[in-house]
Every structure is written in structure tokens, then in C-alpha cells.
């Protein structure tokens, strides 16, 4: 197939309803009928990326290999295709306006009234054409972020209206994703709200050519042929999505409900295989039936946000899948670490100390680590957890009493945690930090080499800080071992204890890298030392 085929998903009456796990559901099974599929996402916020966002905001922030700080939502699509996404799979009204001023500023424009129409529709749509030039895809699903009639997402929703104009009928198409919300005061399940939404659609030369209905309850014919009448969409365009009780769910779902069959049908698209779904099948089999338990403490500042942690929860799902083990996740706040939390702590099998920025709760996290490294409890440290690791370790191993990062205390005199050279003189916060993916070389005989059973590895970074080398030889010497390391800085990217049975920091962010297909082997090995240590209790 030549031509790419776009599809944009829409949302309607509420945020929330999962745009990026229905375009991921679909892709992937696009994806296993032999198409070349990709994602993006458009953003309507003004920050050029969410990389300035608190995770309060906007959940986390999620790294490309090619050091983009983007949407969370490309997680989604990263762990249900297995395939990398890019920079550009990620577009913002930020950094369209930005593109749009630095030309004018250039003179670009040629003397020209630079205007929303068609200056930014313009940008918007050759960023969405970009992917499919660049890439030759088959299919690019393209998820507009917000809610139809929101005012900031009006240039994109123009844009949409103007590219299926451009692109003709069967290359393109729009998913309206919708709540049929149920009363129970009325025992029903009501379509207005979806019509409504619909409606909004049109108002902007937009007809839905697929409605995608989020619903806590079946819904029957009689509403689905409502639906149709009502919204200008064929019955067999009207498809169910109920809530499911897995995310992984959804795309098996929707191959029931032959979402897939009906995008291919639409865009004209003959030339595909019949789907197989096996391998993610067997995943979500294990993933519901797991023959053990164990319960892990999360430690972190952002614990009341389930998004804020995504790729870490999703991560230990799919290490749960492997070990057939199901992974109770216990939040615990940083800042909240007293003496009884402490003795919680003691009771779990696992602890994993979360990525993070600034001082709030780090203390917490110290006493954390120490409580699971005095009583062997498995330890994973991530990014801001590895650092606060070696920290533990200087002060009560060492005994350097005021280690720390310079990132919490300036002027403290033992920095174990300092800044790099190149990151002295920064003063811009966005896109500045040690971001995307390096090499990192595995030391023989090490735990990280078993683990990986490699000696070269790539992970993604995204931080500033780093351990500082001048205290190396010490921490090693009192058994913090370093055990990945970066061959061309020297950087130190992954500490461990030998001495324990699992206890180990890396600098990088492993979740971004795992999938369904491919779980991390991080997290494999940690869910399995869990479950260990959780049987050696018995
Ligand atoms: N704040 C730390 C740094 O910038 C850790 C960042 C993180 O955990 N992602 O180095």
C-alpha cells in the first residue's frame, strides 16, 4: 500500500474516557492484521512539551528515545505496539505557535497578516502529514487531546476538517470516542449527552464516522440504532467500549466489537492479514489469573495521582504477568514516614523509591531505603530513588552524616550527588535536562548483567544530577557496588549491594522501555525477588 491512511480520534462529553487506549487498541490490532501504524498525539496546552508540567497537571512525563519529554499517552502507545515513538509523535499548541513565530520573525511570511487561519491550521496539519511522508506508514492515528468544543482545541478540530477535505473520503476518517452514561435513578443508559457531543462535531464540518461509546452497561440495539439515526453514523459504526477491568482488555474488546473490520472497510484498506491476537491473549490470561500475591511499597510525593507513576504501575503489571504474580501496589508518601509507617514498610516484599525533583519528602525516602536495606527487603531505586540510595548508604555506611544532593542542599559537604559540568550553567528548564536514551556497559559478574544478560544496554534518562565520581571509590570499597557504567562520561548508571538479595538503583528509567511483548527485565527480576522473599517469609 502506497497511500497513508489517517484516522483522527475525537473526544466528546468528557475528558477521561480513554483516547489514547482506544487509538492504542486499534493500533494494535492494525498492527497484527500486517500494517505499519503509528500514533500522535496533539496536545492543545501552550507549554512547547510537558516536560515543565508537574505531574500534578498532566501525569507523568514520558521520554523518547530521541529525549522528547511527551505526553503519557505515548506510554500507551509504546507498551501496546512495542514500537518506538519519536519527537514527532507528539505535537503541542506550543510548539506549533513556536514554529509559527520563528518564522515570522525570520520574514517567512513575506509581509503577510500572520493569522490562526491558515497560518497555525497550516502547521498543524504538516506536522500530522510529517509522520506519513517521513515514515511511509499505512496508517497514522492521530488522538486531538481535550474535548470537542473546547476552545483551545478549535484549531485542530479546523485542521481535521480541512485535511479530510484535502485527503478525500476513503484515506481518512474520524473515531469519535463519547460516554453513554447510565442514570440509575431511570434504570438507563442515555444518548443525548453523545448527541450532543456529535452535534458539537458538526457545528465545526466534522461528521463522526465511527462513534466509540464508553458505558458502564451493554448496549442494545435499540440504542445503537438511535445512535445511529441520531449522529448520521452506519449501526455497525456504533461500538461498545464497556469498562473493562484491565486497559489490556480493551483491544481484545474491541475486536469483538470489530472496530477493526469496520476502520479497514471505510478506508478502502484491502490488502491485511486476519488478526492475531495470541501472545496478547496469553498475556492477559496470566495477567488474570496469577497463582501468587505480594504487596510492594511505592515511595513517592505524588502518590494520590495514579497517572503520575504510569509507566512505573504498567511496568510491574507486565512483570506480574511473567511471574503469573499479582502486584499489589501500596502508595506510600514521602513526606508521611514516621515510625509506623516504617513498621508497614517492614512488612512488605518489596520497595521501590519513585523518580522525582526538590527536597519535598526526600527524607522519607531515606529512612525507606534504609529500613529495606538493613532487612534485605528487595530495593529498587529509580532515577531520584537510586540517588537517594547512595545518599542512605554515605550517611549510615560511610558515615558522611550531611551527604546529599546539591540539588537539596547547595552547600552541603558531602555531595554524593552533584551536578555535571554542562549542566552548571543552565538557565532554560525546558528540554535541558540528561535526556533520552544512552549506552550504558554492564559489569561482568554483576547482578544488572545477569539480570539484562548483556553487556551493552540503552536506557532513558531524564535527569540533571549524577553520583559523584570523587566518592566512587569509597561507596564501592563499603560494598555499594557500581555496575553499569557509561563508557564515554563515566557516569555511574546503576548502583547495587551484593551483599543483599535484591537491592539495586538505576540513574536511567527503565519503565519507559517496557512492553507487553517485551516487559522489562528490571522489573521481571524485581517481581520475582518479591515473590522470593515473600515465600521465605511463610
Ligand atoms: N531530581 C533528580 C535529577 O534531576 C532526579 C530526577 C528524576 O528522578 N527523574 O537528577
Known amino acids: 500500500m502506497s497511500k497513508t491512511k489517517y484516522i483522527f480520534v475525537t473526544g466528546g462529553v468528557s475528558s477521561s474516557l480513554g483516547k489514547g487506549i482506544i487509538s492504542a487498541s486499534l493500533a494494535k490490532l492494525l498492527q497484527s492484521r500486517g500494517l505499519d501504524v503509528t500514533i500522535q498525539k496533539l496536545d492543545p496546552y501552550i507549554n512547547v512539551d510537558p516536560g515543565t508540567l508537574n505531574p500534578y497537571e498532566h501525569g507523568e512525563c514520558y521520554v523518547t528515545s530521541d529525549g522528547a519529554e511527551t505526553d503519557l499517552d505515548l506510554g500507551h502507545y509504546e507498551r501496546f505496539l512495542n514500537v518506538e515513538t519519536s519527537q514527532a509523535n507528539n505535537v503541542t499548541t506550543g510548539r506549533i505557535y513556536q514554529t509559527v513565530i520563528e518564522k515570522e520573525r525570520k520574514g517567512d511570511f513575506l509581509g503577510k497578516t500572520v493569522q490562526v487561519i491558515p497560518h497555525i491550521t497550516d502547521e498543524i496539519k504538516r506536522r500530522i502529514k510529517l509522520l506519513g511522508e517521513t515514515n511511509n506508514y499505512d496508517v497514522i492515528i492521530t488522538e486531538i487531546g481535550g474535548t470537542v468544543g473546547d476552545i483551545e482545541s478549535l484549531p485542530y478540530i479546523e485542521s481535521v476538517r480541512q485535511l479530510r477535505w484535502e485527503l478525500g473520503k476513503s484515506n481518512s476518517l474520524v473515531i469519535h ?40 452497561h451493554d448496549i442494545s440495539d435499540d440504542i445503537k440504532n438511535k445512535l445511529a439515526l441520531f449522529c448520521n453514523v452506519d449501526v455497525d459504526s456504533v461500538i461498545q467500549s464497556k469498562d473493562a477491568s484491565t486497559i489490556y482488555d480493551v483491544p481484545l474488546m474491541m475486536e469483538k466489537e470489530k472496530l477493526d473490520k469496520v476502520v479497514l472497510k471505510k478506508l478502502e484498506i484491502s490488502n491485511y492479514s486476519s488478526t492475531n491476537m495470541n501472545v496478547w491473549a496469553d498475556f492477559v490470561n496470566k495477567l488474570k489469573s496469577p497463582k501468587n500475591t505480594i504487596n510492594i511499597g511505592l515511595v513517592g510525593k505524588y502518590v494520590e495521582l495514579q497517572d503520575s507513576y504510569k509507566s512505573i504501575l504498567e511496568s ?79 550517611r549510615n555506611v560511610l558515615n558522611l552524616k550531611d ?53 551493552q544496554i540503552k536506557e532513558r534518562h531524564r535527569h540533571r544530577w549524577e553520583l559523584n565520581n570523587k566518592y566512587l571509590d569509597d561507596l564501592q570499597d563499603a560494598g555499594l ?30 519503565e519507559y522501555k517496557s512492553t507487553v511483548e517485551n516487559p522489562h527485565p528490571l522489573f521481571v527480576s524485581f517481581v520475582s525477588a518479591c515473590l522470593k522473599y515473600n515465600n521465605s517469609k511463610k
Open 316 to 394: 510491574l503489571v507486565h512483570a506480574g504477568s511473567v511471574n503469573e504474580t499479582k502486584v499489589n501496589v501500596h502508595s506510600i508518601h514521602s513526606e508521611h514516614i514516621d515510625d509506623e509507617i516504617n513498621e508497614k514498610i517492614l512488612k512488605l516484599d518489596g520497595l521501590i523509591v519513585a523518580p522525582g525533583f526538590g527536597s519535598r519528602g526526600i527524607e522519607g525516602k531515606i529512612k525507606s531505603i534504609k529500613s529495606a536495606r538493613e532487612n534485605n527487603i528487595p530495593f529498587f531505586g529509580i532515577c531520584l530513588g537510586m540517588q537517594m540510595a547512595v545518599i542512605e548508604f554515605s
Open 177 to 216: 470516542l463519547t460516554l453513554v452514561p447510565y442514570l440509575s435513578a431511570a434504570k438507563e443508559l442515555k444518548t443525548k449527552p453523545t448527541q450532543h457531543s456529535v452535534k458539537t462535531l458538526m457545528e465545526s464540518g466534522i461528521n463522526a464516522d465511527i462513534l466509540v461509546c464508553r458505558t458502564e
Open 403 to 455: 551527604s546529599n544532593s546539591t540539588e537539596m542542599d547547595k552547600n552541603t559537604s558531602n555531595p554524593v550527588i552533584s551536578l555535571m559540568q554542562d549542566q552548571k550553567n543552565i538557565t532554560n528548564m525546558g528540554g535541558t535536562m540528561r535526556l533520552g536514551s544512552w549506552d550504558c556497559e554492564l559489569i561482568e559478574n554483576s547482578r544488572a548483567m545477569s539480570i539484562y544478560n548483556s553487556k
Open 481 to 510: 557496588k557500581a555496575s553499569g557504567i557509561n563508557s564515554k562520561t563515566g557516569l555511574v548508571e546503576i548502583v547495587e549491594l551484593p551483599s543483599n538479595d535484591w537491592f539495586i538503583g538505576v540513574q536511567f528509567h527503565p
